[in-house]
């Protein structure tokens, strides 16, 4: 079963990509793992902005080219990488934040995960879905804008399951 790939909306990134850095607290030694990584927007710009390193984990390789192809123009692709790989086999252990646009049985699939290889105080930030059962430690909604009216409105961030599940 595919995820279709829907580009995260400047207004949810900040106007240029993100303001989750704001409420997320990117520093340096962040490193920002994002499942379903498309172009590589949210990386390449918590690594332009914030100089995070990042991972974009992404199955289509049209998109990988095109974000590493971004990130070369960026001048920031010592600081990121971006993987061909299914997001529910990659070793996110490094991650201190991840981030995902991805469907609600995918942020469930991903729940296992997220418990044993995340490290407390990690930071999941699930855009429009959140994931079951898990209650957000923040949460910003996005007004819709008229040149983006059918775009998504809503972010949630988290603290990974074992800093509020175990």
């Avoid at 909604?141 to 990974?160: H, L, M, Q």
Wanted: net charge positive.
């Amino acid at each position: 079963m595919g995820i279709p790939q829907t580009p995260t909306i400047k207004v949810g990134l900040g106007g240029s990509p993100f303001t989750l850095g704001k409420w997320i607290n990117h520093r340096r030694d962040s490193r920002v793992y994002d499942l379903g990584s498309g172009d590589g927007r949210i990386v390449i710009r918590a690594a332009k902005k914030y100089g995070a390193r990042g991972i974009g984990i992404e199955m289509d390789r049209t998109l990988i080219d095109k974000a590493r192809k971004s990130a070369q123009a960026e001048g920031i692709s010592h600081l990121v990488e971006f993987r061909v790989e299914d997001a529910l086999k990659t070793d996110i252990s490094p991650a201190t934040v991840v981030t995902l646009y991805m469907l609600p049985w995918f942020n469930e699939a991903m729940k296992p995960n997220f418990q044993k290889y995340l490290k407390p105080g990690s930071r999941i930030v699930a855009h429009d879905f959140g994931i079951e059962g898990w209650t957000p430690v923040k949460r910003k909604n996005y007004p819709r804008s008229n040149t983006e009216a059918a775009a998504t409105s809503t972010n949630t961030s988290s603290t990974c399951g074992k800093s509020i599940r175990i």
